[in-house]
């Protein structure tokens, strides 16, 4: 019985053998990739936590250099914050905290760039978005129409359609384009919510053109009555 299973276990060990002789290189390779994918993993998560912490710590000095009104050391630190995080939304935040601060300051040059970096390099939709319409009211303080209307082309998400036609509706204002500005005031206003203050804006605008889609449509209060 016992040489039965000396027997037994020989031909286990031999039939290991030659499937390790003929798969081993395969498995040890498989192996090696499938931890060597999960040591990367592990180090992008570590990389990515790491920026953000660094990210999250220039983003506090840089609100603490804008909140001294320095136009010129906030864009330096901007500057610092793409170079060194761009990938991060600090950076797209802070594009947009600089823009508001130079505008601010009289330094419209300094609010299109940061606005521009914005509108071309942010991963996040939303904050494409908010930069295109705030770079749109620069061009059109600079009386930059064709240019501010290039920049609302395309980029702007649904969510901020709006306000892009509203955006638009003022340049064909400025620009004595009547009809084209009344169209797009028409459809800021059927787009924005019935409570919204910047619906009432839009609607005294329509008026100001001599349309009365403010009219045509039921306000809440009316419809209460």
Same mark, same amino acid.
């Given at each position: 019985?016992?040489?039965?299973? +000396? !027997?037994?276990?020989?031909?286990?060990? +031999?039939?290991?053998?030659? $499937? =390790?002789?003929?798969?081993?290189?395969?498995?040890? =390779?498989?192996?090696?990739?499938?931890?060597?994918? $999960?040591?990367? =993993?592990?180090?992008?998560? &570590?990389?990515?936590?790491?920026?953000?912490?660094?990210a999250a710590a220039l983003y506090d000095e !840089?609100?603490?250099? @804008?909140?001294?009104?320095?136009?010129?050391?906030?864009?330096?630190?901007?500057?610092?914050?793409?170079?060194? $995080?761009?990938?991060?939304?600090?950076?797209? /935040?802070?594009?947009?905290?600089?823009? #508001?601060?130079?505008?601010?300051?009289?330094?419209?040059?300094?609010?299109?760039?940061?606005?521009? =970096?914005?509108?071309?390099?942010?991963?996040?939709?939303?904050?494409?978005? @908010?930069? #295109?319409?705030? !770079?749109?009211?620069? !061009?059109?303080?600079?009386?930059?129409? +064709?240019?501010?209307?290039?920049?609302?082309?395309?980029?702007?998400?649904?969510?901020? /359609?709006?306000?892009?036609?509203?955006?638009?509706?003022?340049? &064909?204002?400025?620009?004595? #384009?009547?009809?084209?500005?009344?169209?797009?005031?028409?459809?800021? $206003? #059927?787009?924005?919510?019935?409570?919204? +203050? &910047?619906?009432?804006?839009?609607?005294?605008?329509?008026?100001?053109?001599?349309?009365?889609?403010?009219?045509?449509?039921?306000?809440?209060?009316?419809?209460?009555?």
């Amino acid at each position: 019985m016992a040489n039965q299973l +000396d !027997l037994e276990e020989q031909e286990q060990l +031999d039939e290991l053998k030659h $499937f =390790w002789k003929q798969y081993g290189n395969l498995i040890t =390779w498989v192996l090696i990739a499938a931890l060597g994918t $999960f040591a990367a =993993w592990n180090g992008y998560q &570590y990389w990515q936590r790491s920026q953000s912490v660094q990210a999250a710590a220039l983003y506090d000095e !840089l609100e603490r250099v @804008v909140a001294t009104g320095d136009v010129a050391k906030s864009e330096r630190a901007f500057t610092e914050m793409k170079d060194r $995080f761009a990938s991060t939304l600090y950076a797209q /935040q802070a594009g947009l905290l600089v823009a #508001k601060l130079a505008f601010g300051a009289g330094k419209p040059e300094i609010a299109q760039a940061a606005l521009r =970096w914005v509108a071309e390099q942010a991963a996040d939709k939303g904050y494409v978005s @908010v930069a #295109k319409l705030r !770079l749109a009211s620069v !061009l059109i303080e600079a009386k930059s129409y +064709d240019d501010a209307l290039k920049v609302l082309a395309d980029g702007v998400t649904e969510e901020f /359609q709006a306000m892009a036609a509203d955006r638009r509706g003022d340049i &064909y204002a400025l620009q004595g #384009k009547t009809a084209e500005a009344k169209a797009e005031y028409e459809k800021a $206003f #059927k787009s924005m919510d019935e409570q919204s +203050d &910047y619906r009432r804006l839009v609607d005294v605008k329509l008026a100001a053109l001599g349309a009365k889609a403010g009219a045509s449509a039921p306000r809440a209060s009316e419809g209460s009555k």
